[in-house]
């Protein structure tokens, strides 16, 4: 169990009262839309990538997506560093939400998932079969999964709210 105090005096520096209770369109407002915005570039562009992999879009050249991984980075870093920041704001009520604790599992899983799928797309000879489109069922698989962390990880997300200690907290379930 994580340590109460500690949470509360992340959550109760300046930088969680400022992005809490600071009103200004700059704090959490901001913060939430640079959420949204690296939400989308990293599950929405995956996703993309992991429908093209499962055989949609057939004409579309699986090794033209290779182009796509640094964008799907970016949009980590960018949710890494928003979602910290909203972290901080909360972390007495997120820390102990087990909705909260799933949502992480899943990014985690989908970020390893990430990984091996690009390196079994375009790492030696997965390279040849890639420039011909042929897409091996294990990373079919992958793409597979990959879908099924992030739809978790947007759920869970949402939930927090919720569900569990975010929704205790507020008067909830």
């Given amino acids: 169990m994580p340590n109460m105090e500690v949470l ?21 407002p901001t913060i939430i839309f640079l959420h949204a915005i690296g939400l989308t570039f990293v599950a929405g562009v995956n996703a993309a990538v992991d429908l093209r992999l499962l055989g949609f879009a057939p004409r579309l050249p699986v090794a033209e997506m290779e182009g796509l991984f640094p ?15 909203l972290l ?5 009520t997120m820390m102990v939400s087990w909705v909260f604790w799933i949502k992480m599992a899943a990014i985690a899983l989908a970020i390893v998932n990430l990984v091996f799928i690009r390196r079994l797309m375009f790492g030696g000879e997965a390279r040849a079969a890639m420039d011909r489109n042929a897409v091996p069922l294990r990373v079919k698989l992958l793409a597979g999964t990959s879908l099924l962390c992030w739809t978790i990880a947007m759920t869970a997300g949402r939930l927090t709210a919720y569900l569990g200690a975010g929704a205790l907290a507020k008067g909830g379930l």
């Avoid at 509360?8 to 959490?28: C, D, H, K, P, Q």
């Fill in 8 to 28: 509360r005096a992340i959550e109760n520096s300046g930088f969680g009262i400022w992005v809490r209770e600071s009103g200004t369109l700059w704090s959490y």
């Fill in 88 to 92: 901080i704001a909360d972390a007495a």
């Fill in 71 to 85: 964008v799907m980075w970016a949009g980590f870093w960018i949710n890494a560093l928003s979602g910290a920041a």
